[in-house]
């Protein structure tokens, strides 16, 4: 799973990719976390959802579960990468008014 990044929305992607690690079925997946620091390095991390929770007024980040011993990623994925991000905005869409002839 990768997650994190250099974007604003790096906290909410380590939220999302939280939830995920603590609810997927480690009997059918094999999961190896790989998070995407600020700084734009990708690092392998520990598997510890919890800590990809917000926390009182601290939001999470790649770094709390990177930790000093984390090693740079492998070049090549072992298998499907689920990406945790933020879904992209979609435009509002304009309202329409119909105008119609006074009577």
């Known amino acids: 799973m990768v997650f994190g990044g250099q974007g604003p929305e790096h906290p909410v992607s380590c939220m999302g990719a939280g939830t995920v690690l603590a609810t997927l079925d480690r009997d ?19 598997d510890e959802p919890e800590l990809l929770a917000i926390s009182g007024q601290t939001l999470p980040s790649v770094a709390a579960v990177a930790g000093p011993d984390a090693g740079q990623a492998p070049g090549e ?26 009577p």
């Open 28 to 46: 059918r997946y094999e999961v190896v976390p790989v998070g995407i620091l600020p700084d734009g390095r990708w690092v392998l991390t520990r």
């Open 77 to 102: 994925a072992p298998g499907p990468v689920i990406p945790a991000r933020s879904p992209p905005r979609r435009p509002a869409r304009p309202t329409r008014w119909r105008l119609c002839p006074r």
